[in-house]
């Protein structure tokens, strides 16, 4: 044999023990869940039916020797973690889906997740990936707020959520609870002083947002100002 025929033949067999038979898909590029909840992150991968799969798991980083930590060994998961395997074989390779649930999300869970499993013969893992986002409340409002006029606050999640079932929110009106359960809270007329404003989602009354303080700016004020200055002036 040839050198050159050798260096095909030698091509040929590495292309189909690291080419298309081996692969992970993920179901979803990104995730954006409510602090607390459960979130399921899911793929599938693949290999050639003649391989046998030794080991499969869920990973965010290395280890200082540079070895994947599996979800499942990493302190900061071990006990919210939960690995599923599921199994339909199709043909020419063997396909199945792998899940991984996450139970009460942090906001440092946010992160990449990503897929490795080990054959007999091959290492793979997907590096797209599945990126979380991980959300608190936020109370957004307009910059400007005049006396004797409405307002509108809104509490909405930092991220779009991905699971979009309604939620009821709960308003906190310097620490006590309002009666409003939408995530709009209409002001009709404010007056005065700072009020501080909080919400929450119900149900996950731990999770609130950080209390915003309403400054009213007093319009009547600057106007008799403007009144007594022009005066001033052109007297
Ligand atoms: C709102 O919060 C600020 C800062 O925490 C505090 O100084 C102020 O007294 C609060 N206002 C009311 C009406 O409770």
Same mark, same amino acid.
């Given at each position: 044999?040839?050198?050159?025929?050798?260096?095909?033949?030698?091509?040929?067999?590495?292309?189909?023990?690291?080419?298309?038979?081996?692969?992970?898909?993920? !179901? @979803?590029?990104?995730?954006?869940? $409510?602090?607390?909840?459960? /979130?399921?992150? #899911?793929?599938?991968? +693949? *290999?050639?039916?003649?391989?046998?799969?030794?080991?499969?798991?869920?990973?965010?980083?290395?280890?200082?020797?540079?070895?994947?930590?599996?979800?499942?060994?990493?302190?900061?998961?071990?006990?919210?973690?939960?690995?599923?395997?599921?199994?339909?074989?199709?043909?020419? !390779? @063997?396909?199945?889906?792998?899940? $991984?649930?996450?139970?009460? /999300?942090?906001? #440092?869970?946010?992160? +990449? *997740?990503?897929?490795?499993?080990?054959?007999?013969?091959?290492?793979?893992?997907?590096?797209?990936?599945?990126?979380?986002?991980?959300?608190?409340?936020?109370?957004?409002?307009?910059?400007?707020?005049?006396?004797?006029?409405?307002?509108?606050?809104?509490?909405?999640?930092?991220?779009?959520?991905?699971?979009?079932?309604?939620?009821?929110?709960?308003?906190?009106?310097?620490?006590?609870?309002?009666?409003?359960?939408?995530?709009?809270?209409?002001?009709?007329?404010?007056?005065?002083?700072?009020?501080?404003?909080?919400?929450?989602?119900?149900?996950?009354?731990?999770?609130?947002?950080?209390?915003?303080?309403?400054?009213?700016?007093?319009?009547?004020?600057?106007?008799?100002?403007?009144?007594?200055?022009?005066?001033?002036?052109?007297?």
């Amino acid at each position: 044999m040839s050198l050159r025929t050798a260096g095909i033949v030698l091509m040929v067999i590495f292309w189909s023990v690291t080419g298309q038979d081996y692969g992970v898909t993920y !179901t @979803t590029h990104s995730i954006c869940a $409510l602090k607390g909840s459960t /979130v399921e992150l #899911s793929c599938t991968y +693949k *290999y050639p039916k003649k391989d046998k799969v030794t080991s499969t798991f869920w990973f965010t980083r290395k280890d200082s020797r540079g070895k994947f930590v599996s979800l499942r060994d990493d302190d900061d998961y071990k006990s919210r973690v939960k690995y599923n395997n599921d199994e339909p074989e199709s043909r020419k !390779t @063997t396909e199945k889906r792998h899940f $991984l649930t996450i139970g009460g /999300v942090r906001e #440092s869970d946010s992160a +990449k *997740y990503m897929f490795r499993f080990i054959t007999s013969s091959n290492k793979y893992f997907g590096n797209t990936g599945i990126r979380l986002s991980v959300s608190g409340l936020q109370v957004t409002f307009p910059s400007t707020v005049i006396e004797g006029q409405g307002v509108s606050l809104t509490c909405s999640p930092t991220c779009p959520l991905t699971d979009n079932s309604k939620l009821s929110y709960i308003w906190y009106k310097n620490g006590h609870l309002l009666t409003n359960e939408h995530n709009d809270l209409n002001l009709h007329t404010v007056i005065g002083d700072a009020d501080n404003y909080s919400c929450a989602v119900k149900g996950r009354e731990m999770l609130r947002s950080p209390e915003f303080t309403l400054n009213v700016r007093c319009v009547q004020f600057h106007i008799l100002y403007f009144v007594i200055l022009q005066q001033h002036l052109f007297n």
